[in-house]
């Protein structure tokens, strides 16, 4: 089974790998260098999530439908080939933009929806391989491993680049986006090989839950309600803040391409750093206490960051990345455990449903925010610095209001307020 984590965790990096390059360099290159709005970059962005409720019927499908015995694989290559393209032909796009706006709109809404499409694709039939290959009990070792492997694929992806792009040139960047596609590539490749045994059945019936019955669930349990819009708004907060944090960085400090990039690989490590010691406390203190550290961590990062382009400290900057990583790594953890102590024994698969519809509005919530608020405030006012500080401003108050959610989330009085489903409720859902 250690091989086939590893494996496992290769086809993990793979995709990641294809996310660090589109998510913060070109973000950045977009923004600052081509001027394109910020508003534009942030819906482009958000596409993944926009495909993201394909993801239930993706998994629905391939059990039904596999390829030369094959459930998973097909699809997780194919997911990764459109991964591959889009991060290699995103650039070209990226440049076409600002050149001819019409005609590289439409290249971009094609280069992005095809990784859009690619990465939930893959990504859905991975977890689901995942799940097969390592039994009930195996599981949480087997994304423990395939977390770690991420984030460190996602640190040294955002090193390599960082060098690979200085000094910056449009040709420079074309060949970086084009190295690390090949190498996510090679590295897929190598976690499929003889990694998925071939299957002689195909599945008559697939676990499959419709958005009704996700809303009956979350609606049932004022606790699960509280949850899910915590959840909503932490994620919005925390993660809104991709798409803008490298061009903040060049605005507020002049850094290069090769400086701003490197603040994914400080971010990364933060996180690194602070899963490990979540994990430490797993059993030396209250999850909720943990997820609050983190929450806070990450309030305080974003708190630093807007005091730093006040004062022009660029140490200042740093701290405030390293506290929102470290913050966003504890509060990970923390609200992992959290989703699981409020899910019913029986019906994993409809209450993951739900937290994955959660992830993907709270992302997509996010980015649009923080993309559409910064170019409004700019317009207003003229100063693109005070758009990038609004937006962390805004982002911190989310932050503040998903804090009080979470001081009255009690997952203990969460199976007082919901009960097992009986027959008739659940021929009620199903109507």
């Known amino acids: 089974m250690i091989r086939q984590r590893i494996q ?30 910020a508003a534009l970059v942030a819906i482009l962005a958000s596409v993944p999530y926009l495909f993201a409720p394909l993801q239930v019927a993706i998994g629905s499908y391939s059990d039904r439908h596999p390829v030369f015995g094959f459930r998973r694989t097909p699809y997780i290559f194919a997911g990764l080939l459109l991964c591959v393209l889009g991060v290699f032909v995103s650039p070209q796009v990226a ?102 045994p071939r299957h002689t059945e195909t599945k008559a019936e697939a676990e499959n ?26 994620l919005a907060a925390i993660l809104g803040q991709d798409v803008l944090l490298e061009p903040y960085a060049a605005e507020a400090f002049g850094m290069t391409v090769q400086q701003t990039t490197r603040i994914t690989s400080i971010w990364g490590v933060s996180v690194l750093v602070a899963i490990l010691v979540a994990g430490a406390l797993e059993r030396r203190a209250p999850r909720r ?67 994955g519809v959660s992830n993907a509005l709270s992302r997509l919530i996010g980015t649009l925010t923080a993309g559409v608020v910064r170019d409004i405030v700019n317009q207003f006012s003229g100063d693109a610095l005070l758009g990038y500080t609004i937006v962390f401003i805004l982002q911190s108050l989310m932050l503040v209001a998903a804090v009080i959610m979470l001081t009255r989330i009690n997952p203990s009085a969460f199976f007082t307020q919901v009960k097992t489903p009986g027959l008739a409720e659940r021929a009620a859902m199903t109507d």
Do not use: C
């Open 95 to 196: 440049f076409l933009m600002s050149e001819n706006p019409g005609v590289g709109l439409l290249a971009a809404a094609l280069a992005f929806g095809a990784w859009g499409m690619g990465y939930n694709l893959s990504s859905v039939s991975y977890l689901s391989l995942a799940s097969e290959l390592s039994g009930e009990n195996g599981r949480g070792k087997t994304i423990a491993v395939m977390w770690f492997m991420m984030i460190v694929s996602i640190i040294f992806t955002a090193i390599a680049i960082s060098r690979l792009v200085e000094p910056y040139s449009p040709e420079v960047l074309q060949l970086a986006f084009t190295e690390v596609a090949i190498a996510a590539l090679v590295l897929g490749v190598l976690g499929l090989l003889w990694l998925e």
């Open 209 to 234: 839950y419709t958005f009704r019955e996700m809303a009956s669930v979350i609606l049932k349990s004022r606790q699960v309600t509280l949850f899910f819009f915590y959840l909503m708004l932490l």
């Open 289 to 355: 206490w943990v997820a609050q550290a983190g929450n806070l961590g990450a309030l305080a990062g974003f708190i630093a960051i807007v005091i730093s382009s006040i004062v022009g400290g660029t140490a200042l900057f740093y701290t405030g990345v390293v506290l929102l990583g470290i913050g966003t790594g504890l509060s990970t953890v923390a609200n992992l455990a959290l989703m699981f102590d409020l899910t019913l024994p029986g019906y994993v698969g409809l209450f993951i449903g739900a937290w």
């Open 8 to 37: 496992l965790g290769l086809v993990h990096v793979a995709v990641a790998m294809t996310l660090v390059p589109i998510n913060s360099t070109l973000n950045r290159v977009m923004i600052k260098e081509l001027e394109i709005s």
